[in-house]
């Protein structure tokens, strides 16, 4: 790990790296049911040798800095911004900024079936299929089953896939001896990987197979690959946890439920956004109150939920939302990286809750 440091980024690497040392000492990595994490191998099912090449991407922006890296480049600066199967505005830290960022470029396109935040800024919005009219490849979040995506019902008028609308856009990039295939040859190209291994296309065809690829216990009899053969567990951290300030003194932790991913809800709720905290953390507010919460970039109404089993130094809200709805709680979430991996700093962002 890097050199201790007391910020938001070190704490986000560290409480990952603590999560899986839990599962090691506790005799919870290399049996069946064990382990943290189904994050593993989820896009090696797929041939994406493609993307390898340097001329494919000369330059590389790190995507929890998305908005201010648009706003700041300038050797040279980005003039346009394409957008797919993605919503970034409400899925990245400090939305305004991404948001700032999309609307100010010469031309920024987003391809989307819906008039999602990130449509709402930009210049040209073309219309793609939803999973019912899709015609693709399906990995999983989760899991590690894999399937493929067949219309059910033709897509309306005008309305391609997104396969059709790269192929149109390499095109007249002249890339298009890369996606110069049909959509049936394509899944073959992307399943190469896996095709000898029992996820042909014809074998995805006759129901979902598992991506076999991925390991059924990771560490299995609990062998780790290192010089040692045990697990190296981190022996160094800042021993002086993070403390908010006086004026923010609460924790914004926002996150995935049952019902929200981001931007992805089962129904977008009504009203203002739902904050749960112990009731000691907001004296002089009731349940069901509305309340104002704040973080250096900014603020939003919210309606109170007092929960006496929650810490009192935290705020827990759904991850995500519509910032066109005012619940966006990534547009209070500084843009910050951690110390490893390139991620966003969520959860160690600051906060206060008032009156209304």
Same mark, same amino acid.
């Given at each position: 790990?890097? #050199?201790?440091?007391?910020?938001?980024?070190?704490?986000? $690497?560290?409480?990952?790296?603590?999560?899986?040392?839990?599962?090691?000492?506790?005799?919870?990595?290399?049996?069946?049911?064990?382990?943290?994490?189904?994050?593993?191998?989820?896009?090696?099912?797929?041939?994406?040798?493609?993307?390898?090449?340097?001329? #494919?991407?000369?330059?590389?922006?790190?995507?929890?800095?998305?908005?201010?890296?648009?706003?700041?480049?300038?050797?040279?600066?980005?003039?346009?911004?394409?957008?797919?199967?993605? !919503?970034?505005?409400?899925?990245?830290?400090?939305?305004?900024?991404?948001?700032?960022?999309?609307?100010? *470029?010469?031309?920024?396109?987003?391809?989307?079936? %819906?008039?999602?935040?990130?449509?709402?800024?930009?210049?040209?919005?073309?219309?793609?299929?939803?999973?019912?009219?899709?015609?693709?490849?399906?990995?999983?979040?989760? !899991?590690?089953?894999?399937?493929?995506?067949?219309?059910?019902?033709?897509?309306?008028?005008?309305?391609?896939?997104?396969?059709?609308?790269?192929?149109?856009?390499?095109?007249?990039?002249?890339?298009?001896?890369? %996606? #110069?295939?049909?959509?049936?040859?394509?899944?073959?190209?992307?399943?190469?990987?896996?095709?000898?291994?029992?996820?042909?296309?014809?074998?995805?065809?006759?129901?979902?197979?598992?991506?076999?690829?991925?390991? *059924?216990?990771?560490?299995?009899?609990? +062998? %780790?690959?290192?010089?040692?053969? +045990?697990? !190296?567990?981190?022996?160094?951290?800042?021993?002086?946890?993070?403390?908010?300030?006086?004026?923010?003194?609460?924790?914004?932790?926002?996150? #995935?439920?049952?019902?929200?991913?981001?931007?992805?809800?089962? +129904?977008?709720?009504?009203?203002?956004?739902?904050?749960?905290?112990?009731?000691?953390?907001?004296?002089?507010?009731?349940?069901?109150?509305?309340?104002?919460?704040?973080?250096?970039?900014?603020?939003?109404?919210? *309606?109170?939920?007092?929960?006496?089993?929650?810490?009192?130094?935290?705020?827990?809200?759904?991850?995500?939302? $519509?910032?066109?709805?005012?619940?966006?709680?990534?547009?209070?979430?500084?843009?910050?990286?951690?110390?490893?991996?390139?991620?966003?700093?969520?959860?160690?962002?600051?906060? *206060?809750?008032?009156?209304?």
């Amino acid at each position: 790990m890097s #050199s201790p440091a007391s910020s938001a980024a070190e704490a986000s $690497a560290i409480a990952t790296q603590t999560l899986d040392a839990l599962a090691a000492v506790s005799g919870n990595l290399g049996v069946a049911g064990g382990g943290v994490s189904f994050y593993f191998r989820r896009r090696a099912p797929f041939d994406t040798s493609f993307t390898d090449t340097d001329e #494919s991407a000369p330059r590389r922006l790190p995507e929890p800095l998305l908005g201010r890296a648009i706003l700041e480049a300038s050797d040279p600066p980005v003039r346009i911004v394409w957008v797919m199967a993605g !919503n970034p505005v409400a899925m990245l830290p400090d939305s305004l900024s991404v948001a700032r960022a999309l609307e100010t *470029r010469e031309l920024t396109v987003v391809v989307d079936a %819906f008039l999602t935040d990130t449509a709402r800024h930009a210049h040209l919005v073309l219309p793609t299929t939803t999973l019912l009219e899709d015609d693709d490849l399906l990995g999983a979040y989760g !899991n590690h089953w894999l399937g493929e995506l067949r219309p059910v019902v033709a897509p309306p008028e005008g309305v391609r896939t997104d396969y059709e609308i790269t192929q149109e856009l390499a095109r007249r990039l002249g890339l298009d001896a890369d %996606f #110069s295939s049909g959509i049936e040859d394509w899944k073959r190209r992307m399943l190469r990987p896996v095709e000898g291994r029992g996820a042909s296309l014809e074998e995805l065809r006759r129901g979902a197979v598992r991506n076999p690829l991925a390991e *059924r216990v990771l560490f299995a009899d609990r +062998r %780790f690959p290192t010089p040692t053969g +045990r697990v !190296n567990l981190i022996h160094e951290i800042d021993p002086d946890p993070i403390t908010p300030p006086p004026e923010r003194p609460l924790f914004l932790v926002a996150i #995935s439920t049952e019902k929200a991913q981001s931007s992805q809800w089962v +129904r977008p709720p009504e009203g203002p956004a739902v904050a749960t905290v112990h009731p000691d953390a907001v004296p002089g507010l009731g349940d069901g109150d509305l309340a104002r919460i704040s973080s250096e970039l900014g603020s939003m109404t919210v *309606r109170l939920r007092l929960d006496a089993r929650q810490r009192r130094d935290i705020v827990l809200m759904a991850k995500g939302g $519509a910032l066109s709805r005012g619940h966006c709680t990534n547009a209070l979430t500084p843009a910050t990286l951690t110390d490893a991996g390139l991620g966003a700093a969520y959860y160690d962002t600051p906060v *206060r809750i008032g009156p209304a």
